[in-house]
């Protein structure tokens, strides 16, 4: 007995993060609680439906939430929202016990024709046989065939006493209108970023394993608020690290991530209009052997956090931005050297090139490309452009390795002399012997008086 205790504890260290802290009821389920709350409230009022719909992106607690409402039904204490754990469906249906023969489930994906439904349809009306309700959990439900669907239309809009259906799906929209409008739907989200945050620092503490917090923030992001992904990728991590735990530079390289330090050094380049920094950097990543295209990636996302840190200052402290405590001063003042509109202009200009680089043949070139359009706004007449130079000239941050073009300087100008009268000919010969000169305009004519 002592030995198979063993065994099963060693199974348990054994299994993936995602399958060793799955929940086991609802009050384990996190950041979904706008659907754990009225499930939880409806296995307490007894208002139960016949038809379930679970709905929304991958790994993100659909299945494990169909398994816990399974757990909640079936317990010897049910229907309740809180299992007992102790009786013999809950330790049946628990994340690690071996399931129970009234609780099937089915892969839509290879199980979704209509022979599959015809079959279910047959055995459905076989009443439980240990617990109080017979209940069939359909994953990846979309890929049931329309014929499917229609097979299953008559029991699930009639189902017997016993039999409860619980559909889920990544795509609604895909289940025929007469079975969604005979459902419960319950949309679930992707988790948010602080939940993903506290749930794997909680993980890795009970794990008992050292990491660097700015670990975390990378593992967010890499699973994109699916608790299953980010799991998943913590448990690489985790595998992969020595005694000193799990090292960021590890997980950098690990993940394909862009380090903060270089991202660093090219937002301050653009900043400062140094385009040999900033090409420097493109170097080092390319030499690096990074994809240009997830550097640009993380070029964006700087440019984001920047953006908002510049509209909202106090962004870090209310929780709008996770920044790890050491990351708080570089970001600020990043943000507060480009300007709002510079950084809007520089994030608008890649989130464009990151389009044109998608199958492109050379991604250095259009990297390098960005890159120049970002350091000239004078190159651009836009709104954006002219309020970026605006901000550059404020600043006092002038670009020294593109300066303007200068005007040549203007000739001195000369003063033309006065035109003088042209002088005529006839007037200018010397009168001829005995003929009288010609009187003078400016002088008075002579008095014949006095002659």
Not at 333 to 345: F, H, I, K, V, Y
Not at 378 to 395: F, H, K, M, Q, V
């Amino acid at each position: 007995m002592a030995e198979d205790s063993e065994e099963t504890g060693r199974t348990r260290q054994n299994l993936a993060l995602y399958r060793k802290y799955r929940p086991a009821t609802f009050a384990e389920v996190r950041g979904q609680e706008h659907v754990t709350q009225p499930l939880r409230q409806a296995l307490s009022s007894g208002r139960i439906n016949h038809a379930y719909l679970f709905s929304g992106p991958r790994g993100c607690g659909k299945t494990s939430s169909a398994r816990i409402l399974a757990r909640s039904l079936n317990c010897v204490n049910g229907p309740t929202p809180d299992p007992c754990g102790v009786c013999d469906s809950c330790v049946a249906l628990a994340p690690s016990g071996p399931g129970s023969i009234d609780v099937i489930e089915i892969d839509a994906a290879s199980h979704g024709g209509v022979d599959d439904a015809r079959d279910l349809r047959e055995r459905a009306f076989y009443a439980p046989v240990a617990g109080r309700f017979k209940i069939y959990i359909i994953d990846e439900a979309h890929m049931v065939t329309q014929q499917g669907f229609n097979a299953l239309l008559k029991l699930v809009e009639e189902p017997p006493p016993h039999l409860k259906f619980i559909f889920a799906t990544t795509e609604p929209e895909k289940v025929i209108a007469t079975i969604r409008s005979r459902t419960h739907h319950y949309p679930f989200r992707l988790m948010p970023p602080s939940v993903m945050r506290e749930l794997t620092e909680e993980i890795l503490n009970a794990e008992g394993v050292k990491f660097d917090p700015a670990v975390l923030p990378l593992v967010v992001r890499a699973g994109a608020g699916s608790a299953r992904d980010t799991l998943s990728i913590l448990d690489q991590l985790l595998a992969g690290s020595d005694d000193s735990g799990i090292r960021y530079d590890r997980a950098v390289a690990l993940l394909g991530y862009t380090d903060a330090t270089l991202l660093d050094e090219i937002v301050d380049a653009f900043a400062a209009g140094d385009g040999a920094a900033v090409f420097r950097a493109v170097n080092r990543v390319i030499e690096g052997g990074h994809e240009p295209r997830r550097f640009a990636t993380d070029m964006l996302d700087r440019f984001r956090d920047l953006i908002v840190l510049a509209s909202v200052p106090d962004a870090i402290t209310t929780g709008l931005l996770d920044v790890p405590p050491d990351r708080v001063e570089a970001l600020t003042a990043q943000a507060s050297r480009s300007g709002l509109a510079a950084l809007t202009r520089a994030a608008e200009i890649i989130s464009a090139g990151l389009d044109q680089m998608r199958g492109a043949t050379s991604p250095r070139l259009l990297l390098e490309l960005m890159c120049a359009q970002v350091l000239l706004p004078a190159a651009a007449t836009d709104e954006r452009s002219l309020l970026a130079r605006l901000e550059r000239l404020e600043s006092g941050a002038v670009n020294q390795s593109y300066p303007e073009r200068t005007r040549p300087a203007p000739e001195p100008s000369v003063t033309p002399e006065p035109s003088r009268p042209v002088e005529d000919p006839a007037a200018a010969a010397p009168p001829a012997p005995g003929a009288q000169a010609p009187a003078d305009p400016a002088q008075p004519p002579a008095d014949p008086s006095r002659s």
